[in-house]
DNA sequence: TGTTTGTTATATATATAGTATAACAAGAAT
DNA sequence: ATTCTTGTTATACTATATATATAACAAACA
């Protein structure tokens, strides 16, 4: 897992983070039952600050993506993270809408989207090819 | 054109007034050359701040989905919005990464993420039969 | 008994979001 | 010319989110 976050764009550190992870477990580079480096370690690692790990930490085991036990630290969720269900995918409906307007207004048609999203599942699932 | 806003979510209003008109736009609601109501009339119409409307104008105008004149006000780009170039499509494939990433943690397949991008286009493309 | 773990509590700095007024400047209508 | 409407600019203020910095607490393990 390398984590590499950019500073500059105005999306938050611990949400990159989070993405960060989150494709790691997609691309099963990171494996049900791993665990993950300690807020302070990793925080010191990356030269972010604890707390900010921390967030993303928590909201990835609020997320169902991690568990986090008193001692033992923050570790991959060993059932995989929750199905999704009717809700989850009104909500992803919801957020994708927008930003389809976008790309339709702009020329994309259905067949260009798809190829987009495409590549996109192809990345993340032979990716992992090389880790194995 | 209906706005209808949700103070609730953590979507910033200018966000979610921005993306109502592209999705008009994409509905063919909206068609070049309309004219979009004063920021002050809108504002007070939606019950919001003038600054905040004028803030979503600014950006659609950045973006090229409308033209701001002088006393005109905001009319609908009439030349369509700009064509969507690699550097754009490369931007989209980065931002829904980590969306298809969770969904995928999550047990959403391609066929199943097909499905649901097939219902949005469907919903745009053929939602403007009834304002023909 | 230490050490490491997450956790909690403050405090501070900065940026964004949203509101509230006021005034300015250009175009259009009368 | 005057008036009205348009976007625009300038301040000021509040609230919230992001990120950092220290410090201390509590549980589990070696």
Redesign the pocket.
């Known amino acids: 897992m390398f984590i590499q976050l950019d500073f500059e764009t ?1 999306i ?3 949400e990159q983070l989070k993405d960060e992870i989150i494709i790691g477990i997609a691309k099963k580079e990171l494996k049900p039952g791993d665990r993950l480096p ?4 990793l925080a010191s690692d990356i030269g ?5 790990v ?1 967030k993303a ?2 909201q990835l085991k609020q997320e169902g993506f991690v568990l ?1 036990h ?5 570790v991959i969720n060993p059932d995989g993270a929750p199905k999704a269900d009717e809700q989850y995918k009104q909500k992803l409906k919801m957020s994708l809408r927008p930003t389809i307007a976008d790309s339709l207004c702009r020329g994309i048609d259905k067949e260009s989207y798809f190829t987009i999203v495409e590549a996109i599942y192809e990345e993340l699932l032979e990716g992992g090819k090389s880790n194995e």
Not at 38 to 41: E, G, I, L, Q
Not at 48 to 52: D, G, S, V
Not at 70 to 74: P, S
């Open positions: 105005d938050p550190i611990y300690s807020v302070r370690a972010i600050n604890l707390h900010t921390n930490y928590q986090i008193r001692q033992r630290g923050v």
